[in-house]
Nanobody, 122 residues
Framework: QVRLVESGGGLVQAGDSLTLSCAASGRIFSTSVISWFRQAPGKEREFVAAITWSSGTTNYADSVKGRFAISRDNAKNTVYLQMNSLKPEDTAIYYC???????????????WGQGTQVTVSS
């Protein structure tokens, strides 16, 4: 019912910044939360950050707290992930996902974007 499209990934050096975008379209009326997850090769998909659409309340994984910031532009139906002080261990495919309620469990989400690759070199 909701379509999500990520963009903004790329190759950067350690310490650089990068901003990812997640554009939502379709039936977004029942969507309350947009979350970012990431998955590195051979690893499970892990929670990164979430934002509640109506209130702007945010949640972050401990591994990115203080470095990443999630925000929204209501007029554009877009969620952003501002990533600062990037580290090689941040290298992963980054996905956005939509759900009616907040969760850090990837298995709770049924609506996903296609992912965008972020590669951080040392």
């Amino acid at each position: 019912q909701v379509r999500l499209v990520e963009s903004g990934g790329g190759l950067v050096q350690a310490g650089d910044s990068l901003t990812l975008s997640c554009a939502a379209s379709g039936r977004i009326f029942s969507t309350s939360v947009i979350s970012w997850f990431r998955q590195a090769p051979g690893k499970e998909r892990e929670f990164v950050a979430a934002i509640t659409w109506s209130s702007g309340t945010t949640n972050y994984a401990d591994s990115v707290k203080g470095r990443f910031a999630i925000s929204r532009d209501n007029a554009k139906n877009t969620v952003y992930l501002q990533m600062n002080s990037l580290k090689p261990e941040d290298t992963a495919i980054y996905y956005c996902a939509a759900r009616w309620a907040y969760s850090i469990r990837s298995s709770d989400y049924a609506t996903w974007g296609q992912g965008t690759q972020v590669t951080v070199s040392s």
